[in-house]
């Protein structure tokens, strides 16, 4: 005899399906081309259920960006936390992102439909909770490691450093030789970071 599923599970079970399908179909026809309708019978639901869980379809979409940005920011802790070296933490996470970066579809999400979806200032939020927060800990952690005090410009230095990781992962995305931009990020991190 199965075990009936609690209300919550339920309710988690039903958002999951819901945005596997919505990612499925974003990453496949891409957010104009996707409606609501599409995203219910994908995930075998209602459109009832999806606007029980979503007030429309850029609520959807805001959702599976946000659960992209946190896959890939645990794929960056988990690689950076390998390191005991803040530096080698560093290059670590950043390798981490860019090979988290090569998920299909991920980068289509984060790099090119968020920020036309949503905004800059809604994707710099988002990335700001995710992935350049641990660039920021890990720009941080070097400089305590070498004695020098935070720079009053972390947030400037995180922001420029974020914007060439994403640069390198469209390039990667665009057919360019992945060992050179993870070279390229190397070399661009450990004057940084080495101070």
């Known amino acids: 005899m199965q075990a009936r599923r609690s209300n919550a599970e339920r309710t988690l079970a039903t958002r999951a399906a819901l945005l596997a399908a919505a990612r499925t179909l974003f990453v496949s026809k891409g ?3 996707t409606g609501t309708p599409e995203i219910a019978a994908e995930a075998g639901l ?3 259920a999806l606007y ?3 007030a ?3 609520a959807v979409f805001h959702a599976v960006v946000e659960a992209e940005g946190e896959a890939v920011a645990r794929e960056i802790e988990t ?3 390998t390191s005991t070296d803040p530096v080698d933490a560093l290059l670590a996470g950043s390798q981490a992102y860019l090979a988290a970066m090569r998920v299909p579809g991920r980068t289509r ?3 090119i439909e968020g920020p036309a979806i949503l905004g800059y200032r809604a994707m710099k939020r988002l990335d700001e909770d995710k992935a350049a927060r641990t660039l920021r800990a890990g720009l941080r952690a070097a400089f305590a490691a070498q004695g020098r005090p935070p720079d009053a410009a972390l947030d400037a230095l995180t922001d420029l450093l974020s914007a060439a990781f994403d640069r390198a992962a469209l390039a990667i995305e665009d057919g360019a030789d992945p060992t050179l931009y993870r070279n390229a990020v190397a070399a661009l991190i450990t004057p940084v970071a080495e101070g």
Do not use: V
């Open 31 to 33: 957010y104009a081309e």
């Open 52 to 54: 029980h869980h979503f």
């Open 56 to 58: 429309d379809k850029q």
């Open 79 to 81: 690689m950076s936390a």
């Open 46 to 48: 209602t459109r009832g």
């Open 109 to 111: 999400l984060l790099l």
